[in-house]
Every structure is written in structure tokens, then in C-alpha cells.
């Protein structure tokens, strides 16, 4: 694979599946990597989405839950952090139990840049996409450079998996790990004329590394969380506003976007209060 | 007549099993999941004369077995319906209701006298009872008289069937109901969400930037279903039944409740085939027990 | 004044946890399950003039997130409630809202006076909202004149504090308030049931005898929330939030949509000591948060 | 034991317990028998029942479930029929899954007379409270006879266990097992004038045997079912209408309850249609 076979890809249609689940591995306590066994080929591409559901949850909690995609092709995985309660239910879940996923849904990354050096910024559980572009990027013989913060150490779900294909700069908030400190704090540094990021996280998170690219003219794609009922397209449930006034609908013209186009003072995604994660 | 097929008015459905406006985009969305031609119908997001941004978000939350929305109809509007989206759908086949909404009388006429002007339009179905905007929207729908004129005036600008979509807010629905019948409905779609709540008690804050919005989903089943009654009780024409229809069950109970048909909403979130899966499986009831849906509906009244 | 405490006019309530009418039984059905004084107060199933014994079966349904119930207010009638069960209660200290129905302004008064001439009725909690009999009922309920004749006879016959119960169906649900409150009323509680129906599509019948019963449980509580905060905007007595309450969260959500007690309902159905839970749960997150019951109440709206 | 034991027994205090699943035995496709890791002494009766719900059922379904004491003791266990929502909830649980029950509630089978022959009458999944009696009164040193009912051999789910304990006679209406026809077709060859009968099984069946005793005088106990909502005596949501007028509400003055007592031309238990049985 090269950078070019990345910017070529064409994407699947989107499909309902019915996939029980494989396997269920738990990273501390707020996190969970769940691999589904899939019918057939997901051909999902980094930083696209699935909606995913108990298919026996009946009627409560009623909606999927929009996830990124951690991996494609038959076993396809997502990595969730534990919140309310479909993620409860989901960090639950045993082998065997069957899920319903809704997918390849969404705008991907923007394909990288030849000659640029992709600079990945993720917050904990935002690392999903960004490990799966990481991936893509070595497979095509690139070597991104990857800035992960969290919390503490227990925040950092997946750095592990990210060690061999990237060159790993770590932050964390109590200084347990890396750098103390948030990954705005190193940024700086990292932002040189030729870079072009790629960030998920808080959005508070993003906001800020928008900021420093957009001022210092470096490109910057943002992979949008908004509350979603469909994921494709039909709710208008998903609105984020635009610096250019109006709104672009996270589900189908994101989740990845041009952070230049997001107004990021306007409210889209709930503020969370993050009761569970660490230990 | 096929075993499926269903008369609301002088428009003969292919089966009983349609789309509810604002949970099934311009149903042009489908590509990818199923042939929408095969339904009773669809019905189009509510469309209003100029295009409309919406709510700022949020615009939705979840709640115990449904959900709350406060999208503020936003829509493409009536033009850009007719110009961009219309054409494909007649291409295909589908049936399509278009669903319109206005904050005047005179609103209401232009937007139907455009529609009139294209072909593939099957019917209108009016929303007089949206909850989530500032102006219209839910004070037509609680109102009989408003009502009426809104239903009387349309009426009197088309010659597409004309369906009126109740509100469950409405203090005497079955009086509201039959006023729309007197002013020339050719059917009554029951019902829209019912206006809710939710507050995050983390944040100790409303969720819905809006602060209200309409519940739908599997929670406002039982009210639906005793409203579509009453209005069968009160009025001669069709009654088209909505309100957390997910299963081939629901579907059933609504139509043994004496709708005429049915419209699937908010399961279509949770699967985009909802409203195909519906339909077949009536059909595989109607094999199973040997009955044609129309011998369905208002069996449970008899 | 303790953290938990609260004030509903005149009346001062150990803590801002009550369960709800009919969910409750006359709360001697507690003794091996928790102290019910230890709760801020109950409220007695509805009491008439005389003993009713209810409808027929089937009573209840479940629905999705919630249940439906006919009832019709089978009740010992307030005469043995004085003599029979009032006596234990007062004995145990447990605060008593007494909840009273009729059919007539006329025989509200009567029951009012019976209990007037008893020690330990904390409240008269009036309900003009039950869906589920013929007579009197939610008509009460929907008209904010009837409403407001009601109260003021009513309190024209008493000294003890009277609240008004709301109807979710009343179109003007904050005028209907206002009225209550302009007769006198010293608090209102919202909701009651909204009345809904399922049917059994495999015997392709009406589930409930009664046809239609009232919707209970978490499905309802987006829409009660919606009401509190409606009738907090109206009204400047207290207002009690019920209506699907079932956790120490949903319990908080409508203190901060401004409810000033919540009455716990058919969450006593899934488990006895729901209340009693509850009420634990309020008290440790004001202690975790270092805040007062008081200092919750409405924070969402700030 | 004796017959005078099982008349003097005090009834224990309602308890709303968790307990974990500790097994699930599958009989046929309809039918499984839930063992519960109780975390104290269950100290039910024969014919009284409990409340049943998964601790994480979520909103939906929102109920608990009446089911009659298969056994009591520190693993009570239950014998469920997959109807609905509930009960194939019930059927899909794994051990370890989290219930809770509360119990022991309801009115105890009347206890036997000395010097009676006790004559069981069940059908289908209504053997559980008789299946408990009937050890009762095996330990006591009777030996009942049990008529037990069902539509064919996959029906008759415990019949196994009753072998030892009584004198049973087998009832299928396709002939698959015992007797080709009705329990009633068999009962009144068993009537003699110095039984007394204990009967639980569909609400026409037990019409029809409470009014062979009647015609014969002899006594008849039966235990009803009505859908309830809390079992305890709170909701009324469970009226049994009787012939002397007027209701009893099945969870607390019921279920087990003097059959001439019943009114059974009033609907009282919704007609279930059997979608699942058999195979
Ligand atoms: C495109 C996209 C990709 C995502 N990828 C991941 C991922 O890889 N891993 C992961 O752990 N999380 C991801 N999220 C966030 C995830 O969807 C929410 O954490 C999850 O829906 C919360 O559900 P819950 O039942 O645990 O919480 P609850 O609070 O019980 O959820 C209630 C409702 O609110 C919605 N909701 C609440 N907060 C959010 C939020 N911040 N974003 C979206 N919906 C919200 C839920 O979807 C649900 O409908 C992603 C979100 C989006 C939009
Ligand atoms: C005292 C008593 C003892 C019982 N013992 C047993 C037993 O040992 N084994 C067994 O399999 N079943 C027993 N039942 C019946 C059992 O409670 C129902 O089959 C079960 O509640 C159905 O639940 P579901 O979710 O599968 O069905 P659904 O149809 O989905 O139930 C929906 C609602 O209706 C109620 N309901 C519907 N039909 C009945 C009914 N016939 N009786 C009671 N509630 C009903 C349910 O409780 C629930 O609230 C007993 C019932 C009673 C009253
Ligand atoms: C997100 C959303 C948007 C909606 N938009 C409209 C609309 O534009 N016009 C309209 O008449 N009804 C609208 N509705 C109401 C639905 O058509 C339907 O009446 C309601 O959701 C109840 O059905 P359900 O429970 O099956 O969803 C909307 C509902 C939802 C959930
Ligand atoms: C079985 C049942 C019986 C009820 N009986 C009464 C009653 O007698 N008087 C009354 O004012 N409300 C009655 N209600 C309404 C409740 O008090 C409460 O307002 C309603 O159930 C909503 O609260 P919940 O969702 O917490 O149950 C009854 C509710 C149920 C479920
Ligand atoms: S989530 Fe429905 S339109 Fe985006
Ligand atoms: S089930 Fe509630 S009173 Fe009997």
C-alpha cells in the first residue's frame, strides 16, 4: 500500500449486520476493545463510523451508539469508554451475544498529504480513529508522529498497540506517564510548516489544537462527536455548527472535517463529566 | 386488489406500511438499504416555503424506550423539494406524501399550490402540530377552528389528497379530528410527538438546546394507539396510524385498532429497513392466517 | 433545619421523597420492608365517600417503559380509612397526604370534612386527573374552571394544607395551575397518567377491560418533567414532580427542573423499598456535593 | 415431617434479595428451570410465589414477573414457560447474571387434611407449586396422586421428577404420553369421597376441575393467575372476581385459594395463545 492507494479508496455501501460479538478485552476499568464477528469484509476506512446495538437490548436503551471504527475487514473492533447506559451494556456484553452494526458510515480522514508529516493528536478514547489512520499510514511506509494526553496513566487506552508503527509522544494531565501536562503544552513544537494534523478527543481538546494550527496556517481535520440517532443522514439530529454560519450534519458530512470550517465556540457535543474512567 | 393494498381515500396504497415525516430524510437516503417504491408511501421531512436551518444543537436525547427532538423543521424547503428531490423519487416509483408546514394560513396555500404544480406528489399531509418552533406549529394543531381553516383553505388549492396530522397535545382531539373531516380532509395521520423534557443531572442542565421537544419512539405507543381509536370512533375518513411502530406486531395492533394504514418513525433509526421488514412481515401474517389487510383493520373493535 | 428537609407552604417535610398515590397501597403494606416515616410523606391510594371496589380485570398492562392501569379507584373509602388504617399510621409518625376523589364539588367537601376531623392528615392531596372512571375524573381535570371551584370548596372545608393534582391531558396545563393556585391551593403535584391503550394482536382484542388506562412509569417521565417546569414558570406555590421516577437521578432531575418534593410511583411496583432508596440516594449526593436539598430545587433553570 | 408440620408453619417475612443465576436447565424449548444463589436461607411455601426481574433489564421490561417456588431453601428455583419479553429474557440469562426476587410472597396451598387422599391436578408449567407440594408431602409420608395434563409428551416438563414422590397419571391430548385426552377426561374415575384436590394449570382447565369437585363435593384448592404489578398488595391490579361478589386480589389473598370461591365465568388471567411450546 501507498499514499496514493489511500487516497484512492472507494467507500462501501452502508449495510445493517447482525455480527455476535468475538471477542471482549477490558483496559482498566472505563475501556473495552469489542471485535465482531462479521459476516462478511467490513471495508470500512480510517475514521469512518458504525452505529452499534445489543440486538437484544429491546426497547431501552432504544438508539445505537455511533463508534468509530478501531479496525475493519472481518473482525471489525471499536474501543469505548464507559458513560451511560449503552456503553455499561456494551462493556457487559459476553461472546456470542449478537450486535447489530450500521456501517461503514461517514466521511473519512482526508487522505494524507505526499511529502507532508502527519501528525496524529488524540485524547483518550478519540485514539480509536486515529490508531486505525496510524496504522494505514505505516502500512503505506509513512511514519506519523502520534501526540496522545490523557488524564493519568489508566487514560491511555491502546498506546501500547501505537508504539511500533508511530514515534509515541505522551502527556498526561498527573504526570504519570510522558510529558505532565495536556498535549497543547508539546504541541507547539510539533506544529512545523510541513505538518498536517489529525486530531480526535474532547472537544474542548480539539478546539484548542484547531486554534494553534489554524494560527499557525497548519492543516488540521477533526473527527466530530455529536449526539446521533441515525448515523445516516436522516434525523437532522447532528447539526455542528460552521464558522461560515449555518451547519454541517456530523453523520454524513463528517464525522472528519476541516477544523477551519468548525465553529467551535458554538455547543454540539454534550459536555461530559467523566465519573468513570481511571483506576 | 392485492392482499396488501389499502384505500386511504381515493389513493389506493400498495400495502399499509409508510414512512413518518422527519425520520426518513427525502427517503432518497435508501440507496444503499432497500427500494423505498416498495412501501405504502413515504413522507417527506416538513417542508416549509423557504429553507430552514433548524435548531442549534443539542437537537436530541434519548429517554427511556424513546426520544426527544427539537430539529425545528429544518428542510430544503418546497422549491428545492420540487427541483431536486421530486424528480428522482417519480423516477422511482415512489409514492410520496409530502409533509408541509407553515406559520400562516397563507403560507400553508402557496407551499401546496407549488406542489400542486409538479406531478408525483400523492398526497399532503399537514403539520399543524409540530412542537418544536416558536411560531405555528403546534397552536394550529390544538386548535379545532385553526384547524379546520388551515384544512379548508389547503383544500381549496389542490386537487391532492389532503391528510391532517393530529397532535396528541390536543385537549378534544376527537373534536379536532372531525372539524378537519368538515373542512375536507381526505384523511387524518395520528400522531406527532408529544412535547417532553430532559434534564442532566450531572451538569444540572436541560439537555435540548430548545429546552422541550417531542417524544416519539416505543414510549408513546399506548398513547397513540388510544388517540388513533378515538379518532376512528369520531370521524369517517381513513385515520393513519403513528407512534412507536417498530415490529410487524405494532403495526398490527394499530391496524386492529381501525387505522388505515400505518407510518414507522423512530425505528427507523435503530434500522434503516424498519419500515421494509414491517411491511413484509404483515404480508407473511396475512399469508399465515389467511386475511388481506384490509380484513385487519378495526378487528379488535369488533 | 436538616439538609433534607423541605417546605411545601406551611408544611415542613423531613426530606423531598413521597410516593405516589396507588403505588402504595395505605402504606402498612411496608412493615417488612422499610419505616415508611422515615420518608417525607406518603400518599394514600384515592380515597372516596364511599368504598369502591374497582373495575374489572384485566387492570393493568405492561408497555414499553411503563404500564398502563385501570383501577378505577377501588378504594376502602374514606370512613374506613379513618377508623382502620389512619390510627396506625399516625402511631408510626409516618407523614400522610391524603389522596381524595369524587364525582361532585359537593362529596370532594364531605370526604374533606371527614378527614378534617382527624388528627394526622398532613395534606389532602385532590385528585381531579384519574383517567379511569366514568364519572367525574379527569373532566375535573381539563377544565381549569372546574379545577378551581373544586379547590376552593375544598378548602373552604379545611384547615389542613390541599393540593391539587394535575392532568397531563389539560391543553393549558400552566392556566389550569395559575387557577388552582388563585383558589387557594397550596401546592400543586404533576402528573398524573395520561391515558393510553394496547391491544393483544394475538387474540386481536383490547388488553384492558376498561379499555383505555392511564400510562405510568419511566416512558412518562420526559413529558412530567416537561409539566414541572411548565407549571414552576406559573405558579408561585410549590409543585411536587411525579412520573417515572425511579432513580436517585431522576428523583434530582425534577428537584432542579424545580420541583420542590417528588412522589415516587410505579417504581415501588419493581421494588418496595424504591422510596426508601431514593431518598438515601438524595441524601448522600448533597453530601458528596455539600449542598442542601433547598439549593437544588430548580438549579437547572439558573 | 409430618402432616401437622406442614399445617403450623409461619410464613417468613417479604424480602426484596439479588441473587445470581446459578444454573438454567433448559426442557425442551419452552420450558427451564432457574436456580438462584440466594443470599440466605428462601424460607417459601409450597404455592406461594415470587416476584422475578433481571437487575439488568433496564427500563424495558419493566416488571417483575410472578413465578411459583419450584423449590425454596438457599437455591429457590423457579420453572418458567417462554411467553414474552420476560420470560425469553429469563431463558437467554447465563449464570452469574443478577436477579432479584422478592418473596417469599402470596397464600401457601391450604395444608392437606389428615386422613385425605391429596389428588395434584396440573397442567403444563402450573406443575411448579404442585411439584412442591407434592415433596411436601412425600417428606410427610403421603403419597398423592398427581394428574398431570398437557397438549403432548413436550408438554409435561418435571414429570421426570415426580416419578418417585407420587402416584402419577399422565394426560396428552395427542396421545404422545399416558392417557389420550384431558386431565378431566380422567378425573372423575380419581374422586373419591375422601380426596381433596390441589389444581394449577391454564385458567379452563382449573374451571372445569373446580367444577367436577363441586359437583361431587369435594374440596378444591386452586392457584390463580392474573397479571400483577407488585405482587405485594399495593397496585390492585390483580382482582379475582368470586361468586359471592366482589374481588380478591390474587398476590395477597391469593394465588392458592378455595376454588368454589372463584368465579370462573369472569376473565380474570388474559387467554394466552401458545406460540412456543412443543418441539
Ligand atoms: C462519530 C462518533 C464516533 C465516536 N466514537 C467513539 C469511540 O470510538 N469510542 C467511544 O467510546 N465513544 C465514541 N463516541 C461517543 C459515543 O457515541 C458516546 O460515548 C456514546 O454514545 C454514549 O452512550 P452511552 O449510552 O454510554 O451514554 P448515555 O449518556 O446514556 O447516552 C445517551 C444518549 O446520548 C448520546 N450521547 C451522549 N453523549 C454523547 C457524545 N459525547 N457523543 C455522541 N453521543 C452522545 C448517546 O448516543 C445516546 O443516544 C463517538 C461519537 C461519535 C459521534
Ligand atoms: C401467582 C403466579 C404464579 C405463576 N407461576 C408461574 C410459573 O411458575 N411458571 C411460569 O412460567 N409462569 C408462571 N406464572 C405466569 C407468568 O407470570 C407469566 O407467564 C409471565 O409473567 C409472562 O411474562 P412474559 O414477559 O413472558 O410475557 P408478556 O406477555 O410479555 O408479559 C407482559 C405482562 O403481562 C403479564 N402477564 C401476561 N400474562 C400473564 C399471565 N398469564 N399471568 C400473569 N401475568 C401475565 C406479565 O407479568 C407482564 O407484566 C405465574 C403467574 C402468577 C400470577
Ligand atoms: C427526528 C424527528 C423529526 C421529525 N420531524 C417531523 C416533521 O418534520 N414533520 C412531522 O409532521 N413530523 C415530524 N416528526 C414526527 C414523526 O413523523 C412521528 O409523528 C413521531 O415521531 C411519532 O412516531 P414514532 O414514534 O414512530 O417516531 C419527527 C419525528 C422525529 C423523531
Ligand atoms: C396502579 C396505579 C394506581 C394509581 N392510583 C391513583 C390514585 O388512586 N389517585 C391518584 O391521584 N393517582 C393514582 N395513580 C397515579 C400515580 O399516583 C402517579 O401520578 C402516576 O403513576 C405517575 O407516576 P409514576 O410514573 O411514578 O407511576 C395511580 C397509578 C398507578 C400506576
Ligand atoms: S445522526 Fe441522524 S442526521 Fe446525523
Ligand atoms: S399485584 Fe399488586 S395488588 Fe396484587
Chains 1, 4 share one sequence.
Not at chain 1, 133 to 161: F, S, T
Not at chain 2, 90 to 111: K, Q
Request: charged residues 20%; glycine residues 10%.
Amino acid at each position: 500500500m501507498s499514499i496514493d492507494d489511500l487516497r484512492s479508496r472507494n467507500l462501501a455501501p452502508r449495510k445493517l449486520i447482525r455480527a455476535p460479538l468475538l471477542r471482549r478485552e477490558s483496559i482498566g476499568q472505563a475501556y473495552h476493545v469489542l471485535t465482531f464477528d462479521a459476516p462478511s469484509d467490513c471495508r470500512a476506512v480510517a475514521g469512518q463510523f458504525t452505529m452499534v446495538r445489543g440486538a437484544e437490548w429491546g426497547d431501552a436503551p432504544l438508539l445505537p451508539r455511533p463508534m468509530s471504527y478501531l479496525t475493519a475487514g472481518e473482525a471489525p473492533s471499536i474501543l469505548i469508554k464507559v458513560f451511560g447506559e449503552g456503553t455499561v451494556r456494551m462493556a457487559r456484553a459476553e461472546p456470542g451475544e449478537p450486535f447489530e452494526l450500521l456501517g461503514p458510515l461517514g466521511v473519512p480522514w482526508r487522505a494524507p498529504t505526499e511529502g507532508r508529516r502527519q501528525l496524529l493528536v488524540g485524547g483518550g478514547v478519540g485514539i480509536a480513529p486515529l490508531l486505525f489512520l496510524a496504522r494505514d499510514l505505516a502500512d503505506a511506509g509513512q511514519k506519523p508522529v502520534v501526540l496522545y494526553g490523557g488524564r493519568g496513566r489508566y487514560d491511555l487506552p491502546m498506546r501500547h498497540d501505537l508504539k511500533g508503527i508511530c514515534e509515541l509522544q505522551v502527556t498526561t494531565e498527573d504526570g504519570s506517564r510522558g510529558t505532565k501536562g495536556r498535549v497543547t503544552d508539546v504541541l507547539g513544537e510539533l506544529l512545523g510548516g510541513d505538518t498536517e494534523v489529525y486530531t480526535c478527543g474532547p472537544d474542548r481538546m480539539m478546539a484548542a489544537v484547531a486554534k494553534m494550527c489554524a494560527e499557525r496556517d497548519v492543516p488540521c481535520e477533526a473527527s466530530l462527536e455529536t449526539p446521533m440517532a441515525c448515523g445516516y443522514g436522516v434525523c437532522l439530529g447532528c447539526p455542528v455548527p460552521l464558522t461560515e454560519g449555518g451547519y454541517i450534519y456530523a453523520c454524513t458530512q463528517g464525522p472528519c472535517i476541516d477544523a477551519r470550517r468548525v465553529d467551535w465556540t458554538g455547543d454540539h457535543a454534550p459536555t461530559r463529566v467523566d465519573t468513570e474512567a481511571t483506576s | 386488489m392485492s392482499r396488501e393494498s389499502v384505500t386511504v381515500g381515493s389513493l389506493e396504497l400498495r400495502n399499509a406500511v409508510l414512512t413518518a415525516s422527519g425520520t426518513f430524510g427525502y427517503a432518497l437516503e435508501y440507496d444503499d438499504f432497500f427500494d423505498v417504491a416498495e412501501l405504502g408511501g413515504i413522507c417527506t421531512k416538513g417542508l416549509s416555503l423557504h429553507p430552514r436551518p433548524g435548531n442549534p444543537p443539542e437537537r436530541i436525547c434519548e429517554t427511556a424506550a424513546g426520544m426527544l427532538n427539537a430539529i425545528g423543521l429544518a428542510n430544503v424547503g418546497v422549491e428545492a423539494f420540487c427541483t431536486d428531490k421530486l424528480p428522482l423519487l417519480r423516477e422511482r416509483g415512489v409514492t410520496v406524501i409530502a409533509n408541509i408546514f407553515a406559520s400562516s394560513v397563507a403560507d400553508f396555500v402557496t407551499i401546496t399550490k407549488r406542489l400542486d404544480a409538479e406531478a408525483g406528489v400523492h398526497a399532503i399531509e399537514l403539520n399543524v402540530s409540530c412542537p418544536n418552533v416558536a411560531e405555528g406549529g403546534i397552536e394550529f394543531g390544538k386548535d379545532k377552528k385553526m384547524c379546520a381553516q388551515v384544512t379548508a383553505a389547503v383544500k381549496g388549492a389542490t386537487k391532492i389528497p389532503v391528510w391532517v396530522k393530529m397532535s396528541p397535545e390536543a385537549a378534544e382531539i376527537a373534536a379536532v379530528g372531525k372539524a378537519c373531516e368538515d373542512a375536507g380532509a381526505d384523511a387524518l395521520t395520528a400522531v406527532n410527538t408529544i412535547r417532553g423534557m430532559a434534564i442532566d443531572s450531572q451538569l444540572s442542565r436541560v439537555r435540548l438546546k430548545n429546552r422541550t421537544g417531542g417524544l416519539s419512539g416505543p414510549a408513546l405507543k399506548p398513547i397513540a394507539l388510544r388517540i388513533v381509536w378515538d379518532l376512528v370512533e369520531a370521524v369517517s375518513i381513513p385515520v393513519i396510524g403513528i407512534g412507536g411502530i417498530s415490529t410487524t406486531r405494532d403495526a398490527i395492533e394499530f391496524l386492529m385498532a381501525g387505522a388505515t394504514a400505518v407510518q414507522v418513525g423512530t425505528a427507523n433509526f435503530v434500522d434503516p429497513c424498519a419500515a421494509s421488514k414491517i411491511r413484509a412481515g404483515i404480508q407473511e401474517y396475512c399469508e399465515q392466517k389467511n386475511v388481506t389487510v384490509r380484513e385487519l383493520i378495526g378487528s379488535a373493535r369488533r
